[in-house]
């Protein structure tokens, strides 16, 4: 089992900047891809950037790309997205995710084995 808690999110303005933590612990931090996803009300889940076991590849939904950056410190348990430009868009409940299946990181949502509860991010106009 990996237990996943994120934490950092709140109210911005657009333009802005935010910047979510994912602390895990369980299991081997560094044997899991780990992802970020996003869910707006009234939308399905969905990917925004994953990065591989040891942080050396990230993959970014185009929606973010350029404005957002994952990252992780494996001796600190924890994945970072930092998150900058925010526009109103943005606003949505940000996941963290584990993935034993792909030590890459992965697009998918089923690829996934463990969840962090949420938190929330909303971007004013």
């Known amino acids: 089992q990996v237990q996943l808690v994120e934490s950092g999110g709140g109210l911005v303005q657009a333009g802005g900047s935010l910047r979510l933590s994912c602390a895990a612990s369980?299991?081997?931090?560094?044997?899991?891809?780990m992802g970020w996803f996003r869910q707006a009300p009234r939308k399905e889940r969905e990917f925004v950037v994953a990065?591989?076991?040891?942080?050396?590849?990230?993959y970014s939904a185009g929606s973010v790309k350029g404005r957002f950056t994952i990252s992780r410190d494996n001796a600190k348990n924890t994945v970072y997205l930092q998150m900058n430009s925010l526009k109103p868009e943005d606003t949505a409940v940000y996941y963290c995710?584990?993935?034993?299946?792909?030590?890459?990181?992965?697009?998918?949502?089923?690829?996934?084995?463990?969840w962090g509860q949420g938190t929330q991010v909303t971007v004013s106009s």
């Open positions: 990065v591989s076991w040891s942080g050396g590849s990230t």
């Open positions: 995710a584990a993935s034993s299946k792909s030590y890459s990181g992965s697009y998918y949502l089923s690829e996934y084995d463990y």
């Open positions: 369980g299991r081997t931090f560094s044997n899991y891809g």
